[in-house]
């Protein structure tokens, strides 16, 4: 049996380790994650990968038809809430989640409406090795890493290395970054923090108690 070429590997691959990092996250209560739950994980880890309908295609291509491939960025993060989960890895520290959802929602807000043909300026097209692109990648970097965040250059490096391998089938560095899902999920996240920062901000003060005679 021939194997499909390693673009396709990686994307089906990328697809389930979302998929089960999804489902993990769901199982997983207040109390932690039970022994059950990573079981269930992993054997829907291999069923995925299972044969299916008259073509014989892995379940993850059906997936893959609907979804598209994933980005590089999305991947990660899903293997680090896995390794979360697994194995005890300690959770991503919420200044890094938050500055990392920050960046992914502005870029969304840029890309996504230009690419539809919004304005006459197309971002998208910066992808196909833009130094400008490459020059604000760095820079964005650099700032993450002097204001003590790793996350997000970490995410840029590990991006620009798999872009360079052209371990996917496009050959556009915004795919290897971001896609739809990793941005709606950013987006999701910002508006929430935005709301309970809202609701803080403006929570009435508890009426002082009366006071006690002497």
Known sequence: MLLPPLTDLVALLGIDLVLCAAGLRLLS???GTTRWAKWAVIVCFVLLWLPAGAAHLPLLAYVRGISSDLSMTLVALACLGLCQRLFGMPAMV???RM???GAVAVAAALLYPVALGWGDWDAYRLGWGSFGMLGALLALSLVF???GLRLLPA??????LAWVLGLMESTNLWDYLMDPWLAIAAMIHCMKAGVQS???RYKPLAPAGR???P
């Open 198 to 200: 809202l609701l803080h």
């Open 99 to 101: 500055a990392l959802n």
């Open 29 to 31: 209560g207040r109390n």
């Open 155 to 160: 995410l840029v490096g590990l991006g620009l």
């Open 211 to 213: 006071p006690v005679p």
């Open 145 to 147: 890493w002097v204001k």
């Open 94 to 96: 919420r200044r890094e």
